[in-house]
T-cell receptor
Framework: KQEVTQIPAALSVPEGENLVLNCSFT??????LQWFRQDPGKGLTSLLL?????REQTSGRLNASLDKSSGRSTLYIAASQPGDSATYLC????????????FGRGTSLIVHP | NAGVTQTPKFRVLKTGQSMTLLCAQD?????MYWYRQDPGMGLRLIHY???????AKGEVPDGYNVSRLKKQNFLLGLESAAPSQTSVYFC????????????FGNGTRLTVT
């Protein structure tokens, strides 16, 4: 059974800092790894998807890397802003069967001015 | 393009009452999922569907039933609500492809008293 862990559970930083959020998973047989953002009281918004054959994906100030062999992914946020405050979740659909994503519990990020 | 739409947004039930949550997607996705999100527990899969007319159990299916009579709709039913089913319910959908991200609805906040 796939297990997904996110560290840290919570993070509070001043504006402008570069951040690294971590996601680890136990089963390396995956279709892809997805990072999501969730604002309070809202649904999840897809940020980045890294296919299992890829090493990283970039979107604006966000960069996600994937090391499938070690079961790890990192989400790098450059020059953080107060608007980045949200919960960030990673999800991993295990391969070899149905496309069923398992989620980590998320990292709650606060960026203060 | 509405994406994934969930109705209702909020609902309060008394113990023993029944209700149906509706999820509709307009992206022709094969896969649809129902998750519940609870504080400290993350997102847990209740049921999912890989296509019209098919459903399968997820991690926490007890007390819930689902139906997918049309490809675009996925219904989640509570036959006899219990306080333990107080939660935020999210519907998601995707293609079955390695580069297909999950798309989420905005959630239904259900309280059972």
């Amino acid at each position: 059974k796939q297990e997904v862990t996110q560290i840290p559970a919570a993070l509070s930083v001043p504006e402008g800092e570069n951040l690294v959020l971590n996601c680890s998973f136990t089963d390396s047989a995956i279709y892809n790894l997805q990072w999501f953002r969730q604002d309070p009281g809202k649904g999840l918004t897809s940020l980045l998807l890294i296919q299992s054959s890829q090493r990283e994906q970039t979107s604006g100030r966000l960069n996600a890397s994937l090391d499938k062999s070690s079961g790890r992914s990192t989400l790098y946020i450059a020059a953080s802003q107060p608007g980045d405050s949200a919960t960030y979740l990673c999800a991993v659909p295990s391969s070899g069967g149905s496309y069923i994503p398992t989620f980590g519990r998320g990292t709650s990020l606060i960026v203060h001015p | 393009n509405a994406g994934v739409t969930q109705t209702p947004k909020f609902r309060v039930l008394k113990t023993g009452q029944s209700m149906t949550l509706l999820c509709a997607q307009d992206m022709n996705h094969e896969y649809m999922y129902w998750y519940r999100q609870d504080p400290g527990m993350g997102l847990r899969l209740i049921h999912y569907s890989v296509g019209e007319g098919t459903t399968a159990k997820g991690e926490v299916p007890d007390g819930y039933n689902v139906s997918r009579l049309k490809k675009q709709n996925f219904l989640l039913g509570l036959e006899s609500a219990a306080p333990s089913q107080t939660s935020v319910y999210f519907c998601a959908s995707s293609y079955f492809r390695v580069n297909s991200p999950l798309h989420f609805g905005n959630g239904t906040r259900l309280t059972v008293t």
